[in-house]
C-alpha cells in the first residue's frame, strides 16, 4: 500500500495558482495518481487521474515525474469555491488499494 | 434524485442501540463502500464489497457489519452503537473495467449521533 503525505493545509488569494504535492515513496508498478476534493458536509468529488507525466482536464492538471514518487495538483486561477480538502490517493485502479483518504490537504482561498 | 442514496440522513440513538444505515445507487455499478469521517479528519473505510458475493473488511471495521442484499443495496450495521462512533458516515460506488478510472461516486453522508 502506498503512502502518501501531504501538507496539512494551504492558504492562497483568489485568482492565484495553488500548486499541491503529494508524496508517494513507495509507489508500484500498476498504481495510478487519483485527487478528490471535498467540501464541508459532502462526499469527495473526483478531480483528476494520472499515471505518469501531465494530465489536465476542465478543473485542473496534473503533473508526475519521470520517477513518479510524487504528483502536483495544480488549481488555475482559485477563486472562493474552491476552498475544499483535497486528497491525494495512489493505488491499482482495479484492486482495493485505491481506497485509502489519508487526511488531506486543506486550501483556504483568501479574497 | 441522487445516484447514490443514503438514509437516513441524520440520526439520533443511544449507547447499546442498533442501528442500520441504507445506500442504494441507481449507477449499475458493482463496486460499493461505506466511509466514516471524524471532525477534521479524512475518510476511513469500514467496509467494502467488489460484488454481490465478495465483502471485505477495511481499515476500521471493529464495531460493524455490513449485507449486501443486491448490486444496488449496501447497508452498514452498528450491532451495540457506543459514543465514539458518532460521526458522519459516507456510502460509494465505483465501476472498474478496462482503462475507466474508477472514481469513487459517494451519497451525500448520513450523519449520526451515538448519546
Known amino acids: 500500500l502506498a503512502k502518501t503525505t501531504q501538507p496539512i493545509s494551504m492558504d492562497s488569494y483568489e485568482g492565484q495558482e495553488v500548486n499541491i504535492t503529494c508524496s508517494h515513496n513507495n509507489i508500484a508498478t500498476n498504481d495510478y495518481i487519483t485527487w478528490y476534493q471535498q467540501f464541508p458536509s459532502q462526499g469527495p468529488r473526483f478531480i483528476i487521474q494520472?499515471?505518469?507525466t501531465k494530465v489536465t482536464n476542465e478543473v485542473a492538471s496534473l503533473f508526475i515525474p519521470a520517477d513518479r514518487k510524487s504528483s502536483t495538483l495544480s488549481l488555475p486561477r482559485v477563486s472562493l469555491s474552491d476552498t475544499a480538502v483535497y486528497y491525494c490517493?495512489?493505488?491499482?485502479?482495479?484492486?482495493?488499494?485505491?481506497?485509502?483518504f489519508g487526511t488531506g490537504t486543506r486550501l483556504t482561498v483568501i479574497p | 434524485d441522487a445516484d447514490v442514496t443514503q438514509t437516513p440522513r441524520n440520526r439520533i440513538t443511544k449507547t447499546g442501540k442498533r442501528i442500520m444505515l441504507e445506500c442504494s445507487q441507481t449507477?449499475?455499478?458493482?463496486?460499493m463502500y461505506w466511509y466514516r469521517q471524524d471532525p477534521g479528519l479524512g475518510l476511513r473505510l469500514i467496509y467494502y464489497?467488489?460484488?454481490?458475493?465478495?465483502?471485505n473488511k477495511g481499515e476500521i471495521s471493529d464495531g460493524y457489519s455490513v449485507s449486501r442484499q443486491a448490486q444496488a443495496k449496501f447497508s452498514l450495521s452498528l450491532e451495540s452503537a457506543i459514543p465514539n462512533q458518532t460521526a458522519l458516515y459516507f456510502c460509494?460506488?465505483?465501476?472498474?473495467?478496462?482503462?475507466?478510472?474508477?472514481?469513487?461516486?459517494f451519497g451525500e453522508g448520513s450523519r449520526l449521533t451515538v448519546l
Open positions: 460509494a460506488t465505483s465501476d472498474f473495467r478496462g482503462t475507466n478510472t474508477g472514481e469513487l461516486f
Open positions: 464489497s467488489f460484488d454481490v458475493k465478495d465483502i
Open positions: 494520472g499515471y505518469k
Open positions: 449507477k449499475g455499478h458493482d463496486r
Open positions: 490517493l495512489v493505488g491499482d485502479r482495479a484492486g482495493a488499494n485505491n481506497l485509502f
